[in-house]
Structures are given as structure tokens and as C-alpha cells.
């Protein structure tokens, strides 16, 4: 199919959407970054880095990644893959021998490198288990909490609880990119943020995108969604912890924005990083035409393709799951007009972002407000916005 991916073409379908996401105050503010062919046609910051100080929001906004950190480690780890001083195959315990959590049946679990990469290792994540639940009672932190604990402390805890499943059985989203970050400083000697400092966002010059902010004037202050009888964007507490429902029986989300300040909190390869639209896009570009000089193509092509087979995935229908992220499998179950093939993934604090390879397309939304810039309407109708399948600005009941 051909789409119409002129900048005058797509300006005309983006912008009146972006206008009416904000006047509806369902985003305080959002980037949004579009390249075809490996040439910028779409760049835009609107609504506020600061809502209260009554701040613009500028295209080098630095936001907080959330999941969006998933993708940076994973090449990290597929960086040290190709230099061949880590192993898809390797067991983990080989890089990390105080981590042997067990299986449902009791067995000490045979979990690799490949079952962190594609989510099939048989965790879970705290915020989609009851509240109360084993997570929780034994101290795991998801990663974007004001816990004090080291990494290393998190994973012996972690290793306490028993799998969801045995390794490889099926597939379950999780804190698996957070034990791929000790085994990254296993293999390096390094502290991850070091280690993905050499790997990735040095070579790239993603100066911008790390585990602590350097410059304050520049980092997007976090929003909720607005709750029943609100009139906009919640501005999420400045200091200690704030808490984000999700979906009904689970959790949520326990957020402390104020941890990318925070020297001392541990390196989450999961969910700790920071980061702007412009650094993001230039690491999708990057894997997008081949990899170098991050990864050899090869690897890169694997990186994005399809690992998990016929396994389902909640919350991501007609998609399976590379070496980082979600690939498209089934557009039509997806209800997406992305070609086969296509990458995806989101973050918790308001992001979304996708590779088209066959059309050649990248897309990154960063936005501030969680969860409407992840999983919320704005996400479906800026897909469509930008194939033209839809008119993009037809405004949503308030």
C-alpha cells in the first residue's frame, strides 16, 4: 500500500491532533519525531515540559524512559553478543551465580540470556500481581520506585520468589531487562551505567540519555491521566513515591519521578533510564539500517525479528516478541496499519514508539503524561494519523 508520508501531508494529519489531545487536556505535553527513507519529516514539541512553571515543552525535553530503557540495554547486551564475550545461549547463573531463582516445580530454573531478551524467562513485574503479592512481600522493586537497595540485592530478592513458569514455556513481560543489566556489569566489570555508556549511547552520541539527570532545565515533569472529576493532568509528586492504577486486580505502578535525580538508586536496565526523542530516534534509525557500529546486521536483523513464535501476548494482540521488543505478526488482529514486521513498544511514564522497516519509517512520541501516552487513545490515533488512515483530528468526548 502507498501512504502519503509527505511533511506538508503529514503536518496536515499530526497537528490537529497533537492540538486536540492538548486541548482536551489528555497530554500536558508531548515530542513527537517522524523519519522516512532515514530523513526527518515530522518534528514537533508541544504543550508544556513544566505545565505549572508554565514551561513550552522543547524537542530536547529529557523524559523519564520507563520501559523505553528496555530496548537501550538489550542492544547493550546484543553489543557484547557480537563482540562474542556474552552468549544468547549462556545460562545466567554462569554471570550471575547468586541468581538461581526456581522453577514451579522446585527445579533451580535453566534461564539464559535469550529468555531475559525475549520476556520468556518466567518473571513477572510487581505491578501486575495482586496488591499484596509475592513481589511485593519479598521487597522487589519494579525499577521505577524510590527503593535504596542495589541491584544486586533486588535480584537475590527476586530470586526468592518462585518462577511464573519454567524458562522458555511461554511468554510473560517483566523484570527480565533488569537482571540483563547485572549480567552486562558481569561481563563488562562495569556499573551498567558505564557499560551502556560504552556500548551504546556513546558510540551514538546519545548525550542526552542516561540514569541520572545532568540537566534539570531540560527534564519533562511527570503527569497521570486525570481522574474521574479532574480537568487535567495529574503533576505526579515531586519527592518520594506516587502511586499509578492499572489495570483492575493488579497492583499498579509505584512511581517516584524524582529517582533520575537520585545518585543512589540502582541501575534498572528495565525501567531507570532517561533520555530525549531525538537520542531514542537516532538509536532506531541505527538498528533499523543494519546495526553498525553498534551490531553486526546480522545480529541486528535478529534483533528484530519474531523470537517467541505461536506464544500469545497479553496486551499486545497479532504481536510476538524479538531480542528487546514486540514485533508485528498479524495486523489485522492488531488493528494496526504497521506492515508485518514492524517494532513496538511503549513506557510507563507516557511513551510510544515504532519502526515500520518495510516502509522505511521510525516514530518516536514521547509524552509526559502516563498513562494516555503509552496505552491511551492518543497511541492508536497517531499510528493512524501518520499512515492517513483516519481523520486524525476528530476530537473525543472530554
Not at 503529514?10 to 489531545?21: E, K, Q
Not at 545466567?92 to 531478551?117: C, E, I, K, S
Not at 555508556?197 to 546519545?206: F, I, K, N
Not at 519509517?361 to 503524561?369: G, K, P
Request: charged fraction near 15%; proline fraction near 7%.
Amino acid at each position: 500500500m502507498m501512504y502519503n508520508f509527505s511533511p506538508a501531508a503529514l503536518s496536515a494529519r499530526i497537528d490537529p491532533l497533537l492540538d486536540a489531545v492538548l486541548e482536551q487536556q489528555r497530554l500536558a505535553g508531548a515530542v513527537v519525531l517522524v523519519r522516512q527513507l532515514g530523513q526527518e519529516i515530522y518534528r514537533r514539541a508541544a504543550g508544556h515540559l513544566d505545565r505549572e512553571a508554565g514551561t513550552p515543552m522543547v524537542e530536547d525535553a529529557v523524559f523519564r524512559l520507563a520501559s523505553v530503557s528496555k530496548p537501550i540495554v538489550s542492544t547493550a547486551a546484543l553489543a557484547l553478543v557480537g563482540q562474542n564475550r556474552l552468549g544468547l545461549d549462556d545460562l545466567v547463573a554462569r554471570w550471575l551465580p547468586y541468581f538461581t531463582p526456581r522453577q514451579p516445580d522446585g527445579a533451580v530454573a535453566a534461564m539464559t540470556v535469550r529468555h531475559l531478551l525475549t520476556h520468556t524467562a518466567g518473571l513477572d513485574y510487581g505491578f501486575f500481581q495482586p496488591p499484596g503479592g509475592a513481589y511485593a512481600r519479598a521487597g522487589v522493586s519494579d525499577g521505577m520506585d524510590a527503593s535504596r537497595i542495589s541491584l544486586e540485592d533486588n535480584l537475590r530478592r527476586l530470586a526468592t520468589v518462585p518462577l511464573a513458569f519454567a524458562p522458555g514455556e511461554r511468554w510473560a513481560y517483566s523484570i527480565a531487562t533488569d537482571v540483563l543489566g547485572a549480567v552486562i556489569e558481569a561481563v563488562t566489570g562495569l556499573p551498567l551505567a558505564q557499560a551502556v555508556a560504552q556500548l551504546v549511547t556513546g558510540p551514538l552520541a546519545m548525550r542526552d540519555t542516561g540514569f541520572i539527570s545532568t540537566d534539570a532545565a531540560r527534564l519533562a515533569v511527570a503527569y497521570a491521566d486525570r481522574a474521574a472529576g479532574e480537568s487535567r493532568p495529574r503533576r505526579l509528586l515531586d519527592a518520594g513515591e506516587d502511586h499509578l492504577p492499572f489495570l483492575d486486580g493488579m497492583a499498579g505502578f509505584v512511581l517516584s519521578p524524582a529517582r533520575v535525580l537520585d545518585a543512589h538508586a540502582y541501575p534498572s536496565g528495565g525501567a531507570g533510564m532517561l533520555g530525549s526523542a531525538p537520542d531514542f530516534m537516532r538509536l532506531l534509525e541505527t538498528l533499523r539500517l543494519g546495526g553498525a557500529p553498534l551490531l553486526p546486521p546480522a545480529l541486528a536483523r535478529q534483533m528484530g525479528a519474531n523470537q517467541t513464535g505461536g506464544f500469545d501476548l497479553p496486551f499486545w494482540p497479532g504481536r510476538g516478541f524479538g531480542l528487546g521488543f514486540t514485533v508485528l505478526t498479524d495486523p489485522l488482529a492488531a488493528a494496526t496499519p504497521e506492515s508485518v514486521g514492524s517494532w513496538r513498544m511503549g513506557g510507563t511514564y507516557g511513551h510510544s514508539w515504532f519502526v515500520d522497516p518495510a516502509q522505511e519509517l521510525s516514530v518516536v512520541a514521547f509524552t509526559n503524561t502516563a498513562l494516555e501516552g503509552m496505552a491511551g487513545p492518543f497511541v492508536t490515533q497517531l499510528c493512524q494519523a501518520i499512515y492517513g488512515n483516519k481523520e486524525a483530528g476528530a476530537k473525543e468526548t472530554p
